[in-house]
Structures are given as structure tokens and as C-alpha cells.
């Protein structure tokens, strides 16, 4: 694939990211720290997302399978899971991490169950489409950095 190409490819999947709401502009401002000197910013951020994710996710879950269910520790790992969600920008993830939220404070077993399946199912598709782009932007800046003076 030629470097215009995979420019293009590149801006289209991160607008689409945009559009379909699963990223908003927290998602720029981590993009306007990346520079030079630190060329994968982004992706290490997005990255340690990922590897509190899973420890926040597997936690959530196991909470969940308690009875009777502690709604104030579930609560609280989720506001923390939202929390970093919130850093990266991921839109659609934040939103369901608050239905959450009400649904603990409503004490609705039922609700959080449906709600954590959610939260799952928006994590692991923001998680396809960024890693997709950042398959790219990685492709993108090696052959940049060949074709620099």
C-alpha cells in the first residue's frame, strides 16, 4: 500500500471513530501530546488502558457473582474503570459505565448484570477499532520515518 494510501486509510478510520461516537475529544488532546520525542505516546497510553481494563473488568465480574452483591465496591470499581476510560476519550464506554453506575444506585441486580454486559461489548469493539488504527499509525510512522531527509 502506497504512503498517501495509507494516510487516507488512517484519517478515515480515525473519523469514523469519531462518528460512530466511540471516541471524543479527550481522544485529541492525547493525540496533541504526542510529538517526536515521544512518537508512540498514544499508543503506550492506550495500552495501559488496556492491560487496567482487564484487571477492573475481571474484578467487576467477580464482584458480580457475589451474593449478596456489594453495590457501593461495585460502584466504586466502576467509577474508577469509567475514570480511565474517560482519560483515553472512549465515548461509548463512559456512557455505559454510567448506566452502570444508576443501576447500582438503584440497587438493580438485573440491571448491572444487563448493564456489565454492555460495558463489555463497547470495550471490546473500541478495543478492535483502536488497535485496527493503531496497527496503521505504526505501518504509517515507520514509513514516514524511512522516507524523512
Known amino acids: 500500500m502506497e ?3 495509507m494516510h487516507r486509510q488512517i484519517a478515515n478510520i480515525r473519523k469514523s471513530l469519531f462518528e460512530q461516537g ?19 505516546f498514544v499508543e503506550e ?24 452483591l456489594d453495590f457501593t465496591k461495585l460502584d466504586n470499581l466502576m467509577h474508577q474503570f469509567q475514570s480511565r476510560s ?3 476519550g472512549a465515548k461509548k464506554v463512559k456512557t455505559e459505565c454510567t448506566h452502570f453506575k444508576n443501576y447500582c444506585n438503584a440497587k ?6 444487563r448493564s456489565f454486559q454492555n460495558v463489555k461489548k463497547e470495550y471490546t469493539t473500541l478495543r478492535k477499532k483502536l488497535e485496527a488504527y493503531l496497527q496503521i499509525s505504526r505501518q ?10
Open 3 to 5: 504512503r498517501n494510501q
Open 22 to 40: 466511540y471516541l471524543d475529544e479527550q481522544f485529541i488532546q492525547l493525540e496533541e501530546l504526542q510529538d517526536n520525542y515521544n512518537p508512540n
Open 45 to 68: 497510553v492506550v495500552t495501559l488502558f488496556y492491560r487496567d481494563s482487564a484487571r477492573f473488568l475481571f474484578s467487576l465480574d467477580q464482584a458480580l457473582g457475589k451474593r449478596p
Open 86 to 88: 474517560t482519560s483515553i
Open 108 to 113: 438493580n441486580v438485573e440491571g448491572c448484570k
Open 140 to 149: 504509517v510512522r515507520v514509513i514516514d520515518t524511512a522516507c524523512a531527509p
